[in-house]
């Protein structure tokens, strides 16, 4: 597990870092070019992109670039990277649309996927869930980049992690808990040369993560992009045990009013529950367990518990929404009872 490392404060501004100011270094590091307001940035080898052009970098305003940059593990040179995006922001307003202009204007010929951009706003536990039931299934070397982050503008850090195949850029707020419980390395995002020199206090997204993750796409390392650490944070446990009870909460409402709990198949020792069962939400008792929605017996109106397709456990009604019928909704407590 990862461990506490000193935390650094940042405004994101700027040459903020004294590693990367060209006074500091007095261009005796290799990895700095000073260059004057009229010069052109490198163009980097292969697949690297130039970060000193587009919209957050004016002309003259930037002086360094970083030279030596590394490919992300596992990832055939030549191929276009896939970024993912996962977001709370829905698609009615300009911000999932200005965080893929970001990254195309880095990194063409990116392939951008949506994940998802209905995630219920503010609900870190919601993005988390869905994320951990989508990453994996794409090739290695995919950058996955999450933004459900109530704490943009404040004291909460921006990272990176890796896995062994995978790369992760946005807030810590334990987005990313489920889908990577033990990353092999982590970063906290720092201020560079990739990043513009003003930052929103309210869009992280457009001026953080979506240049982080272009810069990764081209083939930066992260440590270029950050200094390591030693602890990411975590999500409170989805479920515990008490007894003959497990106390969990509701995690996630899907689109067709599915309400998936905390759950996990791995706590109960078969997926068949105890005749006697019974699933406490609100004033609700559910003891009606179901292989398939569609498995008799079928009575209108009434709810019933299934494993999902990542083996939660789920509240459910045939061919109806359970959240709208029960008043459902994430955070609820729920209680498994075992005789």
């Not at 070019?33 to 052009?53: D, H, L, M, Q, T």
């Not at 850090?157 to 946005?170: E, K, N, S, W």
């Not at 929605?293 to 939660?312: K, Q, T």
Request: hydrophobic share 40%.
């Amino acid at each position: 597990m990862l461990k506490a490392s000193p935390k650094k404060s940042s405004d994101f501004g700027g040459c903020a870092d004294d590693r990367r100011c060209p006074e500091a270094s007095a261009g005796t590091d290799d990895k700095f070019e000073v260059c004057g307001p009229a010069a052109k940035p490198p163009i980097f080898p292969n697949r690297y992109r130039s970060y000193g052009a587009g919209p957050f970098f004016a002309s003259g305003s930037i002086k360094i670039w970083l030279l030596r940059s590394r490919s992300p593990a596992k990832v055939s040179q030549g191929k276009p990277l896939i970024i993912t995006l996962l977001t709370d922001f829905g698609t009615g307003d300009y911000y999932v649309a200005a965080m893929k202009g970001v990254i195309l204007s880095r990194s063409p010929g990116t392939h951008l996927v949506d994940i998802s951009h209905g995630i219920e706003p503010q609900v870190v536990l919601s993005g988390a869930y869905v994320l951990l039931g989508a990453y994996n299934w794409f090739p290695p070397g995919t950058i996955h980049v999450g933004v459900v982050d109530p704490g943009v503008g404040s004291s909460r850090r921006a990272i990176i992690l890796r896995t062994q195949d995978y790369f992760f850029v946005g807030p810590d707020n334990g987005l990313f808990s489920l889908a990577v419980p033990n990353p092999v390395e982590a970063f906290e995002i720092r201020p560079s040369v990739y990043l513009p020199q003003k930052i929103s206090k309210t869009f992280h997204g457009r001026d953080i993560f979506a240049p982080v993750a272009a810069a990764l796409s081209s083939g930066v390392n992260p440590g270029e992009l950050g200094s390591p650490v030693r602890e990411v944070k975590e999500l409170p446990a989805l479920a515990e045990i008490a007894g003959k009870e497990i106390h969990s909460r509701i995690i996630h409402i899907d689109r067709f009013g599915n309400a998936v709990t905390g759950i996990r198949l791995d706590l109960l020792n078969s997926e068949i529950l105890p005749g006697s069962f019974q699933l406490g939400v609100g004033d609700h008792r559910i003891q009606l367990q179901k292989r398939f929605y569609a498995d008799p017996p079928i009575e209108a109106g009434r709810s019933f518990v299934i494993w999902g397709s990542l083996n939660f456990l789920e509240i459910s009604i045939t061919n109806g929404s359970a959240a709208k019928a029960l008043g459902l909704f994430c955070g609820q407590e729920v209680t498994l009872s075992r005789p």
